[in-house]
C-alpha cells in the first residue's frame, strides 16, 4: 500500500480515522505511508502505530514523518 498524504492537514483527529482503517488491512505486507507536515500530533503517531501494529503479515514499513510536533519525542512515541 502506497499513500501520500504530505502536507494534507489530516490532523490527529484524520490519522484516529486512518490508524483504524489500516488495522482492517491485516493481510498487508508492505506500506508506504508520507504523513510530513500534518500537525498529527503524540496522540495521532500512537493512533497510527496501534493500527499499525495490527498488521501481522507486514514485512516492509516505511514511514515518512517529518512534523516539528513530534520530532523531539519522535523515538519514545514510535516505540
Known amino acids: ?3 501520500d498524504l ?3 492537514r489530516i490532523g490527529e483527529n484524520g490519522v484516529k480515522y486512518l ?3 489500516i488495522s482492517k488491512c491485516v493481510t498487508l505486507t508492505s506500506i508506504y505511508l508520507d504523513l510530513i507536515f500534518n500537525s498529527i500530533g503524540e496522540n495521532g503517531f500512537k493512533y497510527l ?3 499499525i501494529s495490527k498488521c501481522e503479515s507486514l514485512t516492509s514499513l ?3 514523518l517529518w512534523d516539528d510536533t513530534f ?3 519522535s523515538e519514545r512515541i514510535l516505540n
Do not use: A, I, Y
Request: hydrophobic share 20%; no cysteine; proline share 0%.
Open 71 to 73: 520530532r523531539d519525542n
Open 6 to 8: 504530505g502536507d494534507n
Open 49 to 51: 502505530g496501534k493500527g
Open 1 to 3: 500500500m502506497n499513500l
Open 19 to 21: 490508524g483504524e482503517g
Open 62 to 64: 516505511d514511514l515518512v
